[in-house]
């Protein structure tokens, strides 16, 4: 079967000053239709750099970035407006709640934001998912990090983008409720078809990916695809393995 390449990263290059402080150098990666792409490496890697450059939230000093052929930094205002609401749903470390809206209105706002219809059915059940049912009428403040994450990660999915960007989802979570939201975004993308990259430092998340790019030091060092018929346990194994090699 033949995918579509959604997403192209063409000699990336983030730094600050005179090139003395450099954040990712010469970075080339592409993402499929429908591929769920793991980004692995420790704090300070360059990860997150790469998920708000491809989000539009972040800058980068040299290379491109496109979409569907498309250079996204030729895009002018209208285009990057409805590339934010239509194309790019970020699941962010920081949550990034607004504490003034409840719990449900939270997950709504891009909805809200992007004048699209709310599918109440599917909202509730993904809200029983998540174990986020009875907060739904509660205030962020009160609440802890596990439950504003699976707030996150609603409002990330209940607006039906091209590309998910998952920037630490499950970093705040038990491993029990970790691998559930991880179930439950590896059933996204194969049901939905939606191209999610997940930038995250710990294996067994990322064992769930179909292919892990490893950062280091804001380079690509190695990159890993799972196998046809291949468990998740045996890519976890062949992951742990080639991160190791780091460490030598």
């Known amino acids: 079967m033949k995918f579509e390449r959604i997403l192209k990263v063409e000699n990336l290059e983030k730094y600050y000053g005179k090139e003395d402080k ?19 490496g420790k704090s300070g890697s360059g990860k ?16 491109s970035i496109s979409y569907y052929n498309k250079d996204i930094s030729l895009f002018n205002r209208r285009m990057i407006t409805s590339y934010r609401k239509n194309v790019i749903s970020y699941i962010y470390q920081d949550f990034k709640l607004i504490d003034i809206l409840t719990v449900y209105e939270n997950i709504i706002l891009p909805l809200n934001i ?5 599918d109440k059915e599917r909202l ?3 809200a029983k998912f998540l174990e986020i049912d009875h907060i739904l009428n509660s205030y962020p403040e009160s609440l802890s990090g596990g ?12 607006k039906d983008a091209k590309i ?19 179930r439950l975004l590896k059933t996204y993308n194969k049901v939905h078809k939606k191209s999610i990259i997940m930038a995250s430092h710990d ?10 790019i490893f950062l280091r030091d804001g380079q690509i060092y190695n990159e890993l ?8 346990q045996d890519f976890l194994v062949r992951i742990d393995n080639a991160d190791r090699q780091l460490l030598r």
């Open 22 to 40: 450099r954040v990712l150098s010469n970075l080339n990666f592409d993402l499929l239709e429908g591929e769920f792409l793991g980004i692995m």
């Open 48 to 63: 997150t750099t790469i998920l708000n450059a491809i989000a539009t939230i972040g800058s980068f000093n040299k290379g």
């Open 114 to 118: 992007s004048k699209k219809s709310i």
């Open 124 to 126: 509730s059940d993904m």
């Open 147 to 158: 439950e504003k994450q699976r707030i996150a990660i609603a409002r990330a999915l209940i």
């Open 164 to 182: 998910i960007l998952a920037d630490e989802p499950t970093s705040s979570l038990d491993s029990k409720l970790g691998e559930k939201v991880l």
């Open 203 to 212: 294996l067994r998340a990322i064992s769930f990916t179909d292919r892990v």
């Open 225 to 232: 695809r799972r196998k046809e018929d291949e468990s998740r």
